[in-house]
């Protein structure tokens, strides 16, 4: 196994506040959020897993070593991953497919289901986006959630899309010297939204 | 299209400032040893980014001291001769040359006997690196190709233009180690797809001048060169939106001498490229990079 100081990148004297907050950022730069429908996922499923591992490690080997230890927080981890979204219930079978299959990142064989799709509502729009953001053809993933939300503005998750395409909650925004906006903070409804980022493509992968 | 990604150099650290301009120069006298003076010619700031991507996991760099036009009377010190460097001076010789060959085709009067001039000098420089890059090579061909006919066809899908050219840049991400070739394979599908969405917009008015094709102006249904508000919002949304997946990309990257400089130009420098570029207030900076034109005239 690497060594966990060098995984959250601080040294062996480090105290236990400055693990903590390089612990915190790194799990805030790798949060499954951040990953949504990215093809990298995976990666930085493993990449939280490690540090959650090398969290627990330090600190629990501080702990025996008689240092007092503020453990908490995030301690628990990510590691478990995504919950397989038991909530979803997908009526339309194909849909349900189309959805594992952009998942897996399977593109080809959920592009080929999309287009022998009869109906065009709002299910096969919205999964129309997710097949092209997952492309990384965002402008055309744009036009789908927000047609996907014009059909049926009540469904929670097709806004949800279509913010997060509007760079809600993104780590990466307003940054620069660009027209000053605020800095994004972590408000209760900013948490809301990442959640249901999350969950928006768990339903096919159970 | 070239110039479009560099660091926001305000907010480097001096060293990361120096060792960004040692790249520079590192890579312009790889083009010089390799590929003589027409490839140094071609030196361009999105060459220096790939350089520092293709570092892989070293955490350090060779230095020396070497003398050049601009630096005549006092030696400069630039990054020494790395692989990274070599494969990105090649590739970007291939890139070079395969656009000369589509202006030289595409333009007409002056600017074709210019474009034919560049062409005959790239020649033997690009025999040599196509020799060395067989593979980069064929991609950038199928996807010039793949442009091209985009281009006829008067494709009015954004996405699909820039996706040709985002894959062209992707395969840049094959002289990459096993362990990071796919990070590097989205990051660089993203910094293309920024890249040429961004010079689409840039050339809008020159291309709408000369009834030339262009992918904004296809998407948004143009046919004055000021766009409106809601145009230039969408154009940004989609811009910005490809910028997380990239710096998404970039978080996933093993750590390397030139990470400092890499993530200032993907979470600053783009965004602010992109800003200009929207306010029509981009200019590509640096004398020393050929001096294209059509990107000149932005700054009005």
Redesign the interface.
Known sequence: MQDPYKVLGVSSTASDEEIKKAYRELAK??HPD??VD???SD??QE?MKEINEAYDTITRSRKNGGQSSSSGGYSSGYSSGWSGGSAYQQANSAYAQIRSAINAGNLQYAEQMLDSCPTRDAEWNFLMGSL?YR??????A?SFFQRAVSMDPSNGEYRQALNM???AG?P??Q?????PAQQGGCDMCDMCTAMMCANMMCGGCR | MFGYVRP?V?ELKVKEFERFRACYCGLCHELGREYGAAGRSILNYDFVFLSMLLWGGRDSCDYCHRRCLPGLFRKKCVCASAPALTVAAGYSVILAYWKAVDNRDDSRGAKKLLSRAVCLLLKRPYKKAAGLYPAFDKSVRERLDGLHALETANCP????AA?QF?LLLSSASGAAGEDSR??LE?LL??VG?IVYIADAYADLREDLKDGRYNPVAA?YGLTAASPDDGTRE?VR??L??????A???L??LPKSYWTPVTENIV??GL??M??HVLAGTYVTAGKRLPKRPQLGQNGE
């Open positions: 730069k790798y951040n990953y990215n093809p990298l990666l930085a990449k092209y492309k990384g053809w965002l402008d055309d744009r395409m509007n760079g993104s990466y925004r940054t620069g010297y660009g027209p | 926001l305000p899908s954004l996405d699909r996706d985002a796919r990070v989205q599908y993203h797809r998407r969408s949304e989609t910005l939106s490809s910028v997380d997946l710096a998404a990309a978080a996933l979470l600053l965004p602010d992109i800003d």
